[in-house]
Every structure is written in structure tokens, then in C-alpha cells.
């Protein structure tokens, strides 16, 4: 399976995922305890962000981030009642259930941290790169391309993990759970598990530019569809290019033909959208380490109810 078809896949199932919940809001069983509507709120939050045709990709991203640390957190306080335990405990006949939840736990505390080692990798690629084009004159194209050699090199392998990390996540919503329990509580974890799966899903998607091989003309590192000029003259659609696109469209646009001023132009304007993104990357960064931790902590607290 080719990248182009691997990522339409995804993105197909990704919709899937959102049509099953984007349908209405989340309303927990009147019976829930108080404790229940903060997350209720949370997971419809996340939900309007996810489904809104008014924010861009990178909106969506920052947005949706924050709100699953935020899901995670309510949470672990609703763990940690012992309505919870009880709760649970009184809930065997939905065994196979609760263990899928806990199997599912497992595997976004992996994809959480593949994640943020792919946002690491980015960074470490990025900065490289600026260290090279710093040290790079007007008209030292050979330099230059060796420094974009080598990130369109570190680009490939973060895409190849990306990969993986979908592979993941495509196995995790194939293996369906039944949602038929009565538990306030496994309704709640089943709701977070497919926000999720779907916020996971954008995040890499998101992250996942591909590189195209170099031609020999020129060093092309523009995606696909960029390359095809789809953004050259739509600025709505422009305006929607993530961080990570406008490099590859400042790198691209610094190799061609050009002399003097306007090559020392591109060399600045490649190097201010090198910046942003890599402070774009430390946002990442820090907001997934954060639910990394909170992830962990939801798998003890609901292990610790489940064994006492």
C-alpha cells in the first residue's frame, strides 16, 4: 500500500469515528453522579472543536490537545471516589468490556509517547537545519542543499513512525467493544477512549506531511498537493497549511532560480518559518507529555479499582 492510499484510508476511518459521535452530544443516564458532567461538558467540547468547518487544522489540533489532558483529568478525579470502585466492582458481567478499555489504555500510553518522540525527532531535524542555513551565504546552493539532504532524510523516518503509530490506532478501532453496560463509569471511559482514537488520528494526520524524493533539477520538498499549485491562488486554502507545510513551501520556493536581495529574502523567510514552527512543536511537546502522565495515571487508578 502506497503512502497516498495508507493516509486515505485513515483519514476515511478517522471520519467514520467522528460521524459515530458528531451526530448529537454526549448525555450521560440522569442516575449519573455530579462528578460525570464535568466530563459530559469536556467530551462535547472536544467534539464541537473536532466537527467545526470554521478552524483550520492547526486550530483544531491546539485546541483538541489541551481538551483530552482536560478529559483525562476529570477522569482520574472520578477514579478516585469510591462510588467509582463500587461501581465497577459491581459490574463484572461486563468483564471483557473493562478489559478492553484497560488493553485500550495501554496502547494510547504507547501512541501518546511515539507521538511525542516524533514531535522530538522534528524538532531536533528543524533545528539542524537552521544551524545549517545559518551558516549558509547567498548563492551557496550546494551547502544549503546538503542541510536540506539531510532534514528531507529525518523527515522520512519521523513519516515512517507516524505509520506506525496510524497502524496502531487502525487496530484499535477495528477491535470494536460492545457499549452495552449499564455503568455510568465504562460509558465514560468508552466515550474518552473514542475521542481518543480520533484525536490521535488528527494529530498525526497532522504531523504527516510526506517528502517527495529530490528531482534532479531542483530539491522539491512540497507535498503532493501542494505541489500541484491546489493553495497557489485559493487564500482560504492557504490560510488552512499547517506550520509544517509552510516550510516546505519556504525551502522549495528558496531553491529556485533566484539572485541577491531576493535569494537573501527566502533565506530569511525559510528561517522565520523554521521558528515558528519549532515553537509550534514545543506546544506539541509539552501538551502531550502532559497526557502521557495523565494516561498513566488513569491506567493505575483504574487497575488500583479494579483489584482492591
Known amino acids: 500500500m502506497n503512502l497516498y492510499s495508507f493516509r486515505r484510508m485513515v483519514s476515511l476511518s478517522s471520519s467514520r469515528s467522528h460521524n459515530r459521535y458528531h451526530v448529537r452530544s454526549i448525555s450521560f443516564p440522569g442516575r449519573s453522579h455530579p462528578s460525570t458532567i464535568k466530563i459530559e461538558q469536556v467530551l462535547n467540547k472536544i467534539k464541537t472543536w473536532e466537527a467545526s468547518s470554521s478552524c483550520s487544522k492547526a486550530e483544531k489540533v491546539y485546541k483538541v490537545l489541551p481538551g483530552l489532558v482536560e478529559l483525562y483529568e476529570c477522569i482520574e478525579e472520578l477514579l478516585a471516589l469510591p462510588i467509582t470502585q463500587r461501581d465497577l466492582l459491581q459490574h463484572h458481567q461486563h468483564e471483557n468490556l473493562v478489559n478492553g478499555l484497560l488493553e485500550r489504555s495501554v496502547r494510547f500510553i504507547d501512541i501518546c509517547s511515539n507521538a511525542r518522540e516524533t514531535v522530538m ?31 528531507a532524510c529525518s523527515r522520512r523516518k519521523i513519516q515512517k513512525e507516524i505509520e506506525k503509530s496510524l497502524a496502531m490506532l487502525k ?21 474518552a477512549s473514542l475521542v481518543s482514537i480520533s484525536t490521535f488520528q488528527s494529530l498525526l494526520l497532522f504531523l504527516s506531511v510526506p517528502i517527495l524524493k529530490p528531482k534532479p533539477s531542483r530539491w522539491s520538498l512540497v507535498s503532493k498537493l501542494v505541489q500541484k499549485g491546489a493553495f497557489a491562488n485559493d487564500p482560504a486554502k492557504r490560510d488552512n497549511l499547517s506550520d509544517l507545510e509552510k516550510v516546505d513551501i519556504a525551502l522549495n520556493d528558496l531553491l529556485l532560480n533566484s539572485h541577491g536581495k531576493q535569494e537573501a529574502e527566502k533565506l530569511e523567510l525559510a528561517q ?11 506546544i506539541l511537546e509539552n501538551g502531550l507529555e502532559h497526557l502521557f502522565k495523565h494516561l498513566i495515571r488513569t491506567r493505575v487508578s483504574l487497575l488500583n479499582n479494579l483489584s482492591e
Open 272 to 282: 522565520s518559518r523554521l521558528e515558528t514552527l519549532d515553537t509550534s512543536n514545543e
Open 171 to 191: 487496530q484499535i478501532e477495528t477491535c470494536r467493544m460492545a457499549s452495552n453496560s449499564d455503568s455510568v463509569i465504562v460509558g465514560v471511559l468508552t466515550e
Open 121 to 151: 525527532m522534528s524538532k531536533e531535524a528543524i533545528r539542524e537545519l537552521q544551524s545549517a542555513l545559518r551558516r549558509s551565504k547567498a548563492g551557496d546552493h550546494l551547502n544549503i542543499e546538503s542541510g536540506l539532504a539531510a532534514y
